[in-house]
């Protein structure tokens, strides 16, 4: 489905409030899938429900959940509506902290980072809620960036995990807690955590009353404790896809009666069109659409676009077999998703020359290999951010031609996979639209599997890197309005109309950032890009990842500028840089973050930096 510019979609959202008023259905909703947009129904005065509607793209006319599933709120993250912001945090309206951004806690003996993060959620258990419950917290994953750890806990009912219970805790060496962003379920009752139905008898009821009767299984089912609302239910937990729904489907259900208890999509959508090289043909040439043959003309070759071919190393590819293959340590070409086989397979060629034009079904692999594995070695192996996929081993997985060939492009957080779509230019020849589905993984990895599409952060970290990466290949120039553009090649021009990072002229936070999370998101990118210009790319990229790393599936974007610059300053940025990321936060834009005190940080020596 073509892009619907935000006016339309505003009115669409309108249109789609009062049809589900009349239906008594859940009062704020997403916006048709093939858009990827979230619509708050602010006229409505309320946030958070949501219900997911697709539409028929070639009649658009509404197609519902099935019946089973019409009642369920495919809903934000448990705590994403704060009761009270303040300086010092989050809070929800029980009064428990979501998140702490100056904790004011020092562990009393140096240890091991799990040990100090343990001691503070000791002692602060009736501020984060869990004083009372009979759930014990268990570590579930440690991250270690040198400057600090961040230790991830989560909630277990006699050793069965609840559902989406983690709680971040980022501590220093020396013991001092310096940002926390809690997802604890604050009632849960003492309950029999031995399952009344086996896994796959559920399985069976689950897939029927959701209408994916041809459903696979992406994880295996696992069994956990569902406190989001009462009374506490023991659940099954199953990650399905089926070829007949768009997406990848975390759904919840009762291990006794298999009531569907909750659901949620876990593909992240990029609604455009793109081609790449490197970034792309139009910002090599540094050239408009539609100039000097620097068209799509239905995926065409011509001597315009062909000129701006060059030609790469692809590192680390696999031979096996006689034939060359995408393989290698940071990305992996896969043909999992529709149209499957021949022209639309990965290439393997019998030798290690993929080279070819765009107008080849074989161009786009080696396109996302190239970009994907530059992206990864230069987080990781360039900055020292460690950040991969979580539930697989060996590279990226990504399949270049999926959705059917549709206008679309996700990642999924279940299976750590990417695809691109095909309707107008081909979005795997486009290095925005690459990197921006990549930075829903970075976002996504570095908070094993928390991350937060609240006020469309996620979209804002895809539009950041992607824009971030752009902007170092320094064809562009501040000057140039294409500075400010986000997916240069794909969008811009006759398909779509693209989106921007300059999105913090003329909006403001909270309540001025657009409706939708695309629109919220470019106010995320814009107003990073700012302090980027300001300290540099390395340094704000690793600044980015290191902040994002403290979040949760919850976290505003005020919680992540808060923890991004915290971590600048934990790191040893100098007096200069971190101002600087504050000018960008609380001047260009608004989102009143504490900037740590300079003079804190010089006393330190971190000036030297």
């Not at 139905?197 to 299984?217: C, I, K, L, N, T």
């Not at 089912?221 to 896809?241: H, I």
């Not at 455009?272 to 540094?286: E, H, I, K, Q, R």
């Not at 990504?398 to 979005?427: C, M, R, T």
Request: proline share 5%; net charge negative.
């Amino acid at each position: 489905m073509d892009f619907v510019p935000e006016d339309e979609e505003d009115m669409l959202c309108d249109a789609f409030a009062d049809c589900l008023k009349q239906v008594d259905l859940p009062t704020a909703h997403s916006t048709p899938r093939s858009w990827g947009n979230t619509c708050m129904i602010k006229r409505l005065g309320i946030f958070g429900t949501s219900l997911t509607i697709a539409l028929v793209a070639s009649g658009g006319s509404a197609l519902a959940l099935q019946p089973a599933a019409n009642s369920i709120q495919n809903k934000p993250a448990f705590n994403a509506i704060a009761a009270l912001e303040t300086s010092e945090g989050r809070f929800a309206a029980d009064g428990r902290a979501t998140a702490l951004y100056h904790p004011g806690f020092r562990a009393q003996q140096v240890g091991s980072a799990e040990r100090m993060a343990r001691e503070f959620t000791t002692a602060r258990a009736n501020q984060l809620g869990i004083a009372d419950s009979p759930a014990q917290l268990s570590a579930a994953y440690q991250r270690d960036d040198g400057a600090f750890s961040v230790v991830r806990f989560r909630q277990v009912l006699d050793g069965v995990p609840v559902y989406a219970s983690d709680i971040a805790v980022t501590v220093k060496p020396d013991g001092e807690v310096i940002f926390v962003s809690s997802e604890a379920r604050p009632t849960i009752d003492a309950i029999s955590v031995h399952p009344a139905r086996e896994a796959a008898d559920v399985r069976r009821q689950v897939v029927q009353s959701f209408g994916m009767p041809a459903a696979h299984d992406v994880l295996d089912p696992e069994l956990m404790v569902y406190a989001d609302r009462q009374p506490t239910r023991l659940a099954w937990v199953f990650v399905v896809r089926d070829p007949a729904r768009e997406g990848e489907w975390e759904i919840v259900a009762d291990s006794s009666s298999g009531e569907i208890l909750d659901f949620r999509n876990t593909e992240y959508y990029l609604n455009g069109t793109a081609t790449v090289f490197d970034p792309d043909p139009l910002t090599m040439a540094t050239a408009s659409y539609g100039t000097g043959g620097l068209t799509d003309a239905g995926d065409a070759d011509s001597a315009g676009l062909t000129g701006q071919l060059i030609s790469v190393s692809l590192r680390d590819i696999t031979q096996a077999g006689g034939v060359f293959k995408l393989e290698g340590p940071w990305a992996r070409c896969q043909d999992w998703a529709s149209p499957f086989g021949g022209v639309n397979d990965c290439p393997t060629p019998s030798t290690s020359d993929f080279s070819t034009t765009r107008a080849d079904q074989k161009f786009e692999a080696p396109n996302v290999y190239f970009l994907i594995d530059k992206q990864m070695r230069y987080l990781n192996e360039t900055l020292g951010v460690s950040v991969a996929p979580n539930s697989v081993a060996g590279g990226v997985r990504f399949d270049p031609h999926g959705f059917d060939g549709d206008d679309n492009s996700s990642f999924s957080s279940g299976s750590d996979q990417l695809q691109f779509g095909e309707g107008g230019v081909d979005d795997a020849e486009d290095s925005d639209v690459i990197l921006h589905e990549l930075g829903h993984g970075l976002h996504d990895w570095i908070t094993n599997g928390g991350l937060s599409q609240n006020e469309g952060l996620s979209e804002g970290v895809g539009d950041y890197f992607a824009s971030s990466y752009n902007r170092s290949t320094g064809h562009w120039t501040p000057a140039d309005p294409q500075w400010f553009w986000m997916f240069h090649w794909d969008g811009h021009n006759e398909y779509w109309s693209g989106r921007v990072t300059n999105y913090n002229v003329g909006h403001s936070y909270p309540g001025n950032i657009g409706g939708s999370i695309h629109s919220q998101g470019q106010y995320w990118a814009s107003c990073n890009l700012i302090a980027w210009v300001a300290i540099g790319r390395d340094a704000m990229d690793k600044a980015m990842l290191r902040g994002l790393a403290m979040t949760s599936s919850s976290s505003s974007q005020k919680d992540a500028a808060q923890a991004v610059i915290t971590a600048a300053a934990t790191m040893g940025y100098t007096p200069t840089q971190i101002n600087a990321i504050g000018s960008a936060y609380n001047t260009s834009c608004n989102y009143g973050v504490t900037v740590p005190s300079t003079d804190v940080i010089f006393a330190n020596g971190f000036e030297s930096n």
